[in-house]
Nanobody, 119 residues
Framework: QVQLVESGGGLVQAGGSLRLSCAAS????????MGWYRQAPGKQRELVAG???????NYADFVKGRFTISRDTAKNTVYLQMSSLKPEDTAVYYC?????????????WGQGTQVTVSS
């Protein structure tokens, strides 16, 4: 089994910063990509940022220049540094990972971490 455990969410004022972390554990053989989605109340889940096994990154337009995704391959961990936060960034942030666990390749999701930005 593979588990993704997130941390780092919380309450912050507009203009502030937060850093999210997501660690993959269990029967991890190879991680192909990791990243973050978010879902605000009443809205669909949307991609925030992703990072590939080679380090290539992609960002949603609404976070470009404010959020930075990075990865520690030795720790099977992905980070999301969020700066210049806005109230509209308020959402539950979900980590995802495209992992091969020695048997199959599949997508895995974390439990979600709440980010609340006050105005």
């Amino acid at each position: 089994q593979v588990q993704l455990v997130e941390s780092g969410g919380g309450l912050v004022q507009a203009g502030g910063s937060l850093r999210l972390s997501c660690a993959a554990s269990g029967r991890v053989f190879s991680i192909h990509a990791m990243g973050w989605y978010r879902q605000a109340p009443g809205k669909q889940r949307e991609l925030v940022a992703g990072i590939g096994s080679g380090g290539s990154t992609n960002y949603a337009d609404f976070v470009k220049g404010r959020f930075t995704i990075s990865r520690d391959t030795a720790k099977n961990t992905v980070y999301l540094q969020m700066s210049s936060l806005k109230p509209e960034d308020t959402a539950v942030y979900y980590c995802y990972a495209d992992i091969t666990d020695r048997i199959k390749r599949a997508d895995y999701w974390g439990q979600g971490t709440q980010v609340t930005v006050s105005s």
